[in-house]
């Protein structure tokens, strides 16, 4: 077995702490990654407080990962050991379902299995990445271009694939007007991209303390979404609206915004399904959708991108030490606009 230590909740009200764990020993397709960057995503504050009601202890979090290959299996072509590489939010699918025979690993209709606080095909707790390494199936891990800031990069792998997989999918890109709602983790990657894309993009926020921010990550222009008056002029302006806020908040007014036969959809999770008005769908053929991540293919195609176009998160580096207090910030929105752990403070 591989040794491993990271920091781990052994309850939804215990801090994360020092924990030592095994992984198994590399099979003939795996990769085996010494991890150097870890970003920190609210959903792992979710599951390891067991606000989605489905957490297991004790839980190694983290899922946008980065770092170096030590070791691959006897079968592995594509990775070699000091390869730059990442791993994302899911480690597994069943590979013969629809979803993923058309390369959508993640709507796999088997099920897939998440990076941590699940069971693999070996019977196995997954653990993540808040921790020295990670043996992982090649298809599940990603080449990282040397050319990025690996820590930027890490928030790629959730946050990052998870607003460019329905830009994309939706085909935003110029002369289509998009709104960003929310200016978090996952609304200023949605933000990049879509400036990058070419499109008009319009950033929603509560606070006007964040319009100098937005505008500097591409906003064409800043709505202050609680100014009713403000919101009105945007009505039946848009071809696209990305929500990423995980907080309950009145999705009508958005709804509103859009054009006839466009799309709003939501990529944030909050933990009280939204109520709105069917009446906003109905009249203008308006469609309210939903997406996660991306799959493989999508996921590398996202990497390559990011890295032909010098895209990464804004983040703040800290030590593993401070993961608790990190945790807090996420929650109290103190944070811009992602934390990514350097696991080099982890020690040996």
Known sequence: MTQSH???????????????FTRRELHDHDVHVDIQFCGVCHSDIHFV??????????VVPGHEIVGRVKAVGSAVRKFKPGDLVGVG?????????????????????GGVTLTYGARDKYGDLTQGGYSN??????????????K?????VAPLLCAGITTYSPLRHWKVGPNRKVGIIGLGGLGHMALKFAHSFGAHVVQFTTSESKIADAKRLGADEVVISKDATAMKKQANSFDFIIDTVSAPHDIDPYLEALKRDSTYVQVGLPE??????????????????????????????MLDYCAAKNI??????????????????????DVKYRFTIDMSSLGA
């Open 148 to 152: 990025l800031n690996p820590a930027g």
């Open 312 to 333: 990464t998160a804004d983040v703040e580096v800290i030590p593993i030490q401070q993961i608790n207090e990190a945790f807090e910030r996420v929650v109290k929105a």
């Open 89 to 109: 939010v899911i480690v597994d699918s069943d590979r013969t379902c629809p979803s993923c025979r058309a390369r959508e690993e993640q709507y796999c209709e």
């Open 6 to 20: 990271g920091y781990a909740a052994r309850s939804a009200t215990a801090p994360l702490a020092p924990f030592k």
């Open 49 to 58: 407080r067991n606000e989605w009601g489905n957490a297991v202890y004790p």
């Open 133 to 146: 390494n990670i043996v992982t199936d090649e298809h599940f891990v990603h080449s990282v271009s040397p």
């Open 272 to 301: 009280k399904p939204p109520v709105i008005d069917p009446g906003n769908l109905l009249f203008k053929r308006r469609s309210w959708s939903g997406s996660i991540i991306g799959g493989m293919a999508e996921t590398q195609e």
